[in-house]
């Protein structure tokens, strides 16, 4: 914007536009079901949260592998009593750092955004979360683009 030198700079207002949500996620490579869950921060007790999530939608008898990234979360002390205790059905395996292209949930997340937010206004948060949950809700059943687009034949 340009503004005559001998005007005074135009204040604009605005309202805080800074608000956010954390969402996890996961995609069963063997079926492509997606599993997620929305929070207001990304800590060591949400994503627990979210590994019991998983944990009760594992298929009984079946062992579960978890690939994440480093974040310090996934690393927190707080874990260590859940991970113990099914230490027998639940592996966390650790990407090596600043590799986020080797985690098959970043590719859903990017399609995510694509059919989800991009080319459209949203006036609040709850309208974004309102079309991510749209999207979202596609994907909760044994899902062959999923499967596809995690690597998975």
Known sequence: ???APEVKDPVLTHAPTRKSMACFGAVSLVTGK????????????T???????LLRRRTHGKRMVIILDNARYHHAK?????LHTYRNVLTLVFLPPYSPQ???IERV?????????HNRY??????????????????QKPNPVLKRLCGIT
């Open 1 to 3: 914007m340009w503004v």
């Open 34 to 45: 997606f599993a997620y869950s929305l929070c207001t921060t990304f800590d060591a007790q």
């Open 47 to 53: 994503f627990e949260a979210f590994l019991k999530l």
């Open 78 to 82: 707080l874990l260590a009593p859940l």
């Open 102 to 104: 080797l985690a098959p």
């Open 109 to 117: 997340w990017k399609l995510t955004r694509r059919l989800a937010t």
């Open 122 to 139: 949203f006036a609040t948060l709850d309208a974004v979360l309102v079309s991510v949950r749209s999207c979202f809700v596609g994907w």
